[in-house]
C-alpha cells in the first residue's frame, strides 16, 4: 500500500506530465491516469484520441455508471501499486476525488500557470491528435469543455498550489521542497 497518494490537478498544459514525470524518474513514484482509461478504451474502439472524443467517452461513461465512476478505478489502481509514492494525473471534478480524499495518505496538489503559457506548451507537446495545429480560439473554447470548467473548483481544494510561470527546473525545484515538505528524499 502506497504511504503517500499524490492527486495532480490543473488545466491542460500546466505541467502535471512533467510533475508526474519527475516524481517517477526522481522518487520512483508509480502512475495512473485518468485519461489513460479513456484512451484505453479509445484504442480498443479504434476510435482517434483527440480532445473531443476524450470529452465525449468520458461524458457518456459518467452518465451511464455516475460521476464516480473514474474515482474508483483510480482509487483501486493506486492502492493496489506496489510504490510507495503514486501520482494520480489529470483530476478535472471534485467527484474524481470522492474515493481518493478520505484516504489519509491522499494530497491534492494544484498546479497553476496562465493561459498563454498553457496554449505555448500544448502546442508543442502535440500528446493529442490536432494540438500541434490548435488556434488560440480553439484553445479557449475547449478551456469552456464539460470537462474543463470544473477544474479551478477542484483546484481550490488544493492542500499546495505549484505555480509554473518559469523555467522547468525552477518548477522541479518548486516540486522537490514539496515532497522535501512532506518528509520524501529523492531516490535517484
Not at 51 to 65: A, M, P, Q, T, V
Not at 84 to 91: C, S, T
Not at 98 to 105: G, K, N, R
Not at 124 to 138: F, L, P, Q, V
Amino acid at each position: 500500500m502506497p504511504k503517500l497518494i499524490l492527486g495532480l490537478v490543473g488545466q491542460a498544459g500546466c505541467g502535471k506530465g512533467t510533475a508526474a514525470d519527475y516524481l517517477r524518474e526522481r522518487y520512483g513514484a508509480g502512475y495512473v491516469r485518468f485519461s489513460g482509461i479513456l484512451g484505453d478504451i479509445l484504442e480498443r474502439l479504434s476510435v482517434e484520441k483527440t480532445r473531443d472524443n476524450f470529452i465525449k467517452l468520458s461524458e457518456s461513461l459518467r452518465e451511464s455508471f455516475g460521476d464516480d465512476v473514474f474515482s474508483l478505478a483510480v482509487e483501486r489502481a493506486a492502492m493496489s501499486a506496489k510504490e510507495d509514492i503514486v501520482v494520480v494525473d489529470g483530476i478535472r471534478r471534485l467527484q474524481d476525488i470522492v474515493a481518493l480524499e478520505p484516504l489519509p495518505q491522499f494530497k491534492l496538489v494544484a498546479i497553476d500557470v496562465s493561459a498563454e503559457q498553457r496554449f505555448e506548451r500544448i502546442k508543442k507537446r502535440g500528446e493529442k491528435a490536432s494540438e500541434s495545429t490548435m488556434t488560440w480560439e480553439r484553445f479557449q473554447a475547449e478551456e469552456h469543455a464539460t470537462t474543463e470548467v470544473t477544474i479551478p473548483g477542484v483546484m481550490a481544494r488544493a492542500w499546495k498550489t505549484i505555480k509554473n510561470e518559469g523555467t522547468k527546473e525552477e518548477f522541479e525545484e518548486a516540486v522537490r521542497d514539496m515532497m522535501q515538505e512532506l518528509g520524501f528524499d529523492p531516490i535517484a
